[in-house]
């Protein structure tokens, strides 16, 4: 047991910190968890959806009805199955969305505005049948110019996706529409008077391609309504409330009337935020009065679910030359696809967040391409900004000649520091993944041939927001904890081993399963790195009113106080003057008597969870690039990150790692490609090249701890973090072994052989 | 008074006022208060911003308490993925 700081005391841990079994490898690695896809129904329907053909069209109109007749077709939806939706904005994956938005998402209205995006749909008895069906709606449509680049987007001259489309954020109002749907600023101190100092001035500008969250499991999902409408979803999703919501929404549904229970999810990282096929789903089982189970091939996952943004991204720097830092500036572009909404907002938060500079100014612009609309991505926003911000400062570092840890450290965020987005820190672990960075083995290994090193830092905010728990005392006093945050890196393991902490009870007698939405008050989703804070302060909070409640039943029985009895080490005890007069009870002896003391103990919670703090990372790489194929092979990888305090320390490491693979992936090959047509070409695993297993080494990791004074555990969110550091980090390696800086990812072998052989053509290449 | 300071686009609805001395002793009150001296702002403070007092971030949390000398900021709700 290590001294450990609880509720700001000084505390030693049983449970926490330790590395039980994981509670569900057993049924994952067996394949007895149920996912998605895994649900069926008695009579189910298949459904499938009838997707556009192009990339941007007006609907002139929709026949169904030869669909309609053929035998084992049930129902056909589209648009006017949805309830047209006034614009509202809402809080989601990754910033505002407009429910005027999300119906035309999930079933085009007027206009198709990306390929793959949903036309009608049917319910069939078989999936041949439905297929056939797609076939036989014809839809007319008038085919319109399209646009897929941002910056091409942006020209007055651009097709326009929206008639209404007007830029927010601009003085005075443009009277045009085009199609960027909003200006930002941040920022603080006096810009132009910052590089008036500087005695460095770098700016660069960088692009990055829409990639997708790459989960392997397919959105899935089963819906059945009954004929008194109450309606039952079984889905692979990081938010059952909000599929829940939305789908009532779209469909003008009373919210009680939809019970939603969230499947084992195969991946989500932020793409699983949102609705697709659900109110498609249920849509089809009210007209056919049957289930429907639908599930989403993997080219409809790339093409019509919600990919990251594509991004031009402009930094410009200016430092002293003893390497401070005195003013820093970024424009940022971000595609939000479809319809307005990219995370370009906390991505021009988070550029500069891990440094303390008096002068930041960031200006960023929310841009419509006719792409699938845009869905979170793991710390959304925050990947694009951050690599073109940490290339620039290893530029800096290297042409003032400073170690770029130490150019880091010497700006490096702390405690009290103004963040760049306006409030100014608690405490963060910024200095200290620094200095680990700066203290490990990997930082001092030597190199070899055609080899570099790079590092990178990153910052994301993470979350709180609404959370329910309810913690049952069990006959036999075992424990059932429901939770509403689907589990999707961990989350069961850790509330098991909090509440096992706070109790004093073992593991195995607690059991944590995720409550539909019947279950519980309402739960925020699984986003924002909130479910291991947020729930787990819940769960600390309903162990904390059972172990009240269990010392007042032992009180009525001793005929003491309330407070006068105190929860100790797995039970109930007199205490103080008290002490001794009557024999301890365990929890098991207090479950046994709850019915006859005044009925079942349970304990809730039900909170807005506050107090979530910020998660710093430091990464160092090493890659390897072969001259002749320009192929840049990560063979070394550290990822060190504040976690607060790792409740089960594996899980975190599984965080780190799988972020950072998700970065590697992003800065090395992952891009969506669009022909001249506006049409995807590569939708599917084996040309959109994410890393497997055999193309990364062991990912190391450091567990750096600077615990959240406002969780009673002391933890801090670290799910999306991990993925901020890795482009930057790659592209500085990749500069550092042969002298060409990359600044449009993916760095695939075409492009850094390209590269190579310009450089070394003009005497520049190091290799 | 907590000194309150708008962050990003709100400055659009207060004429470009960006920073504000407030007298409320929760968010409910601060929302109220700015809303009746620039009403355009109310809406956008109601839905989709967050506030961060003394350094710490709260999201949809009307009753958190604002000291009288507690350094306040309005900026953009964040989510995540």
């Not at chain 1, 949805?82 to 990754?94: D, L, M, R």
């Not at chain 1, 006959?475 to 589990?487: H, K, M, N, R, V």
């Not at chain 1, 799910?719 to 500085?732: F, K, Q, Y």
Request: glycine share 10%; with cysteine; proline share 6%.
């Amino acid at each position: 047991m290590q001294e450990k700081v609880k509720d700001g005391q000084s505390s030693e841990f049983q449970v926490v910190g330790t590395r039980p079994l994981r509670p569900d490898g057993a049924d994952k690695v067996t394949g007895r968890a149920k996912f998605g896809a895994d649900f069926s129904l008695p009579g189910q329907l298949v459904g499938k959806v009838l997707r556009s053909p192009y990339p941007h069209a007006r609907i002139k109109s929709i026949d169904a009805s030869a669909a309609l007749k053929l035998p084992g077709v049930k129902a056909v939806v589209c648009r006017d199955d949805f309830v047209e939706q006034s614009s509202e904005f809402i809080p989601a994956g990754e910033m505002m969305i407009n429910y005027r938005d999300v119906v035309r998402n999930v079933m085009a209205r007027e206009k198709v505005l990306y390929e793959g995006h949903p036309v009608a749909a049917v319910a069939a008895t078989t999936a041949a049948l439905a297929k056939e069906a797609l076939r036989l709606i014809k839809v007319e449509y008038q085919v319109l110019p399209h646009v897929i680049d941002v910056v091409e987007a942006m020209r007055p001259d651009a097709p326009l996706l929206h008639e209404d489309m007007f830029t927010a954020g601009v003085e005075p109002a443009p009277k045009t529409p085009s199609n960027v749907a909003k200006r930002l600023e941040i920022g603080h101190g006096d810009i132009a008077a910052g590089f008036k100092q500087a005695e460095l001035v770098i700016e660069r500008e960088f692009t990055t391609k829409p990639v997708h969250q790459g989960y392997i499991e397919p959105h899935a999902c089963v819906a059945s309504v009954s004929e008194d409408g109450q309606a039952d979803v079984w889905v692979s999703t990081q938010g059952h409330w909000v599929v829940r919501a939305h789908c009532a929404r779209l469909l003008g549904w009373d919210i009680g009337k939809v019970r939603v229970t969230a499947a084992e999810i195969g991946g989500g990282f932020g793409g699983k935020t949102v609705v697709y096929l659900e109110p498609i789903a249920l849509a089809l089982s009210k007209k056919a009065r049957r289930p429907v189970k639908m599930v989403m091939t993997r080219e409809e996952v790339f093409k019509a679910s919600g990919p990251t943004s594509g991004a031009h991204v402009r930094v410009k720097i200016g430092a002293k030359k003893d390497g401070r830092i005195v003013a820093a500036e970024a424009e940022l572009k971000y595609q939000a696809g479809a319809f307005a909404g990219s995370p370009v907002q906390p991505g021009a938060m988070c550029a500069y967040a891990p440094y303390d500079i008096e002068n930041v100014k960031v200006i960023g612009y929310d841009v419509v391409t006719n792409r699938p609309k845009v869905a979170a991505y793991r710390a959304p926003g925050g990947p694009i900004s951050e690599f073109g911000v940490e290339s620039v400062l290893d530029e800096i570092a290297a042409k003032l000649g400073i170690d770029p840890i130490e150019l880091r450290l010497k700006n490096a965020a702390k405690q009290g520091t103004k963040a760049a987005y306006g409030p100014k820190f608690g405490p963060i672990g910024m200095v200290e993944t620094l200095e680990a960075a700066k203290a490990h083995a990997h930082w001092r290994t030597p190199l070899g041939k055609h080899q570099g090193r790079g590092v990178a830092s990153g910052f994301w905010f993470n979350i709180g927001g609404e959370t329910s728990v309810s913690l049952s005392l069990n006959e036999d006093g075992t424990l059932s904890l429901t939770a509403g945050t689907p589990d999707i890196g961990g989350l069961r393991a850790s509330l098991c081993m909090m509440a096992a902490e706070e109790l004093g009870v073992p593991l195995d007698k607690i059991r944590v399963q995720i409550g539909d939405t019947g279950q519980l008050g309402y739960n925020f989703l699984t986003g924002g790195s909130r479910s291991t804070f947020s729930s787990g302060m819940a769960t600390v909070e309903a162990a904390r009113d059972v172990m009240k409640e269990a010392c007042k039943r032992a009180a009525k029985l001793w005929e003491l106080p309330d407070d006068a009895v105190e929860y100790n080490n797995g039970g109930v005890r007199p205490a103080g003057p008290n002490a001794g007069k009557h024999a301890p009870m365990t929890l098991k002896e207090i479950a046994g008597i709850a019915g006859k003391t005044g009925g079942p103990i349970v304990g809730y919670a039900r909170i807005n969870a506050a107090g979530a703090a910020p998660s710093l990372a430091t990464h160092i790489a090493d890659v390897e690039v072969d001259p002749e194929t320009g192929k840049v092979s990560v063979i070394r990888y550290t990822a060190i990150q504040d976690a607060g305090r790792a409740i089960h320390p594996s899980y975190v490491e599984g965080q780190y790692q799988g972020g950072v693979a998700q970065g590697i992936g992003w800065a090395l090959n992952e891009e969506y490609i669009y022909g001249d047509d506006g049409k995807l070409q590569n939708p599917g695993f084996l040309d959109y090249r994410v890393p497997v297993a055999s193309d990364l080494p062991m990912i190391d990791t450091v567990i750096i701890e600077v615990p959240n004074p406002r969780h009673p555990y002391g933890v801090r969110g670290v799910g999306e973090t991990p993925i901020v550091p890795p482009m930057a980090a790659i592209a500085n390696a990749v500069a550092n072994a042969t002298g060409v800086r990359f600044t449009d990812l993916p760095m695939s072998p075409p492009r850094v052989l390209k590269a190579l052989d310009e450089a070394r053509a003009k005497g520049s290449a190091k290799l | 008074m907590a000194h309150v300071t708008l962050i990003g686009n709100l400055r659009q609805f207060t004429g470009g006022v960006t920073e504000i001395e407030v007298a409320a002793s929760n968010v409910h009150q601060l929302f109220a208060r700015l809303g009746e001296k620039y009403p355009a702002l109310l809406p956008h403070l109601q839905t989709g911003s967050a506030v961060a007092i003394d350094g710490q971030i709260y999201q949809d949390a009307l009753f958190q308490e604002i000291g009288p000398d507690s350094d306040v900021h309005i900026l953009p709700q964040i989510a995540g993925g």
